[in-house]
């Protein structure tokens, strides 16, 4: 339980980046992870591995990973390319989760152990989002935090989008809780992803807000899927859900002219739910990824798609409010950071492993694990994701509880 307890506030205090003393690149956060990981170690020399396909997953996954990185990185000092601070920063961060998600599959049942770890998460993350609003409105006086960006919600976060993520994260996560257990536990979880939700909303990410939209359609695709799978086929269910599934295609064609006649009033919806309604914030953001992406493209095919190795690579954009940004700069898109970094070879890495995580949450027919992977991928469209923790987690969470779970024939009823 002190090791669950342990993880379960490192994870959480890792969003806390304004809580960390200057000049010290560790946070509250780190420091109770790093501790996390010389625990899980002691234990892991006196115990067998739990999950010993998916450490084996993982550690091909790091290691050709790391080859490709090594390989930027050697690309960079022939260039004179190389930023050793960033560098530092980034392998440091990369070195972390690889040895946090090795040691959770290693270490972690999902009877035991990861079920009371990602209940002491949800536990210890309402608890932070309630000091966190109570700061937020003023209920609770924290000097060191500044726990608005503007008119988005940051809490103790660097910046809103952190925390965004964090949030759709704990929103999918609680929802798996939910529907995985019975009694009073349940409305716990629902509440934690109703918070989580409300939080997510208050940062004013649009890709927060795009990322649940999406996945939820996903979900509820995944739901119904599932639901006609486990009926007999003799039953009057399945043959209610055979007549829909047949007519959904005519009843779609049918409603196409009714959908072009809302699509006007759907757009003006969309546009008021994003920050600024749609206007010029949302306008200067859209613009600035795009210049920021289409520099990352072109930097990668220049170094030959082999990369530079960790850290940011790209010119600073030319835009009013970032004149005091570091130099160099992030893609703030993973496909294209990692492009950047490790090559083309390591964008096929990380794409093999969401992919194939996927698949295996498929096939054991988890649907809230299937919208968390989908949630995953579309805010690392936008976002730089894999440096934190939070998101390793939640891969090592998907490859315990799905790994080796398939549903057998009998089950599925052929």
């Known amino acids: 339980m002190i090791g669950s307890m342990l993880l379960a506030v490192g994870l959480v205090l890792t969003t806390a980046s304004q809580l960390r003393l200057p000049g010290l690149p560790l946070g509250l956060g780190e420091i109770c992870l790093s501790l996390w990981l010389v625990y899980a170690s002691l234990r892991l020399l006196t115990e067998h591995i739990s999950n010993p396909r998916a450490l084996l997953g993982l550690v091909t996954f790091w290691v050709f990973f790391t080859l490709t990185l090594s390989l930027g990185t050697t690309l960079a000092l022939v260039l004179d390319e ?7 920063h980034d392998t440091f961060a990369y070195l972390l989760v690889a040895a946090l ?6 270490t972690m049942k999902s009877t035991a152990k990861l079920n009371q770890t990602l209940w002491f998460v949800v536990a210890f993350w309402n608890i932070a989002m309630a000091v966190q609003l109570a700061v937020g409105f003023g209920l609770i006086s924290l000097s060191s935090v500044e ?4 008119d988005r919600f940051r809490g103790w976060s660097e910046n809103p989008n952190q925390l965004a993520l964090y949030c759709a994260i704990l929103t999918t996560l609680s929802l798996h809780l939910a529907l995985s257990t019975n009694g009073f536990r349940r409305p716990l979880a629902l509440f934690s992803c109703l918070l989580s939700f409300v939080v997510g909303r208050l940062t004013k990410s649009d890709t927060f807000l795009g990322s649940m939209v999406l996945s939820s359609v996903a979900f509820l695709a995944l739901r119904a899927r599932s639901w006609m799978i486990s009926w007999k086929r003799r039953s009057l269910r399945y043959a209610f859900a055979t007549v829909v599934a047949i007519g959904i295609v005519p009843l779609t064609m049918s409603l196409a002219p009714f959908a072009l ?3 006007g009033d759907v757009e003006g919806v969309a546009a008021s739910m994003t920050k600024d309604h749609g206007g010029e914030a949302t306008k200067t953001t859209a613009n600035l990824r795009l210049q ?7 930097h990668g095919l220049e170094t030959g798609s082999l990369g530079l190795g960790p850290g940011p690579h790209l010119s600073r954009p030319n835009a009013v409010f970032l004149g005091a940004a570091p130099v160099p700069f992030e893609a703030h898109s993973t496909p294209l950071d990692v492009f950047t970094q490790a090559g083309l070879l ?3 890495a990380v794409c093999g492993l969401f992919a194939g995580t996927f698949l295996l949450v498929l096939r054991a027919r988890n649907d809230t694990l299937a919208m968390l992977l989908v949630a995953l991928v579309l805010f690392s469209m936008s976002h730089f994701i894999l440096r934190h923790p939070i998101v390793w987690f939640a891969i090592a969470t998907c490859l315990i509880l799905c790994m080796d779970r398939a549903p057998s024939r009998a089950r599925i009823g052929t």
Not at 82 to 88: A, C, I
Not at 101 to 106: D, I, K, P
């Open 82 to 88: 190389l930023d050793p601070e960033t560098m530092l």
């Open 101 to 106: 998600s090795c040691l959770l599959v290693a």
């Open 147 to 150: 726990p608005w960006f503007w």
């Open 261 to 263: 006649a809302i699509a």
């Open 292 to 298: 920021l992406w289409e520099d990352a493209a072109y």
């Open 346 to 348: 390591g964008l096929f």
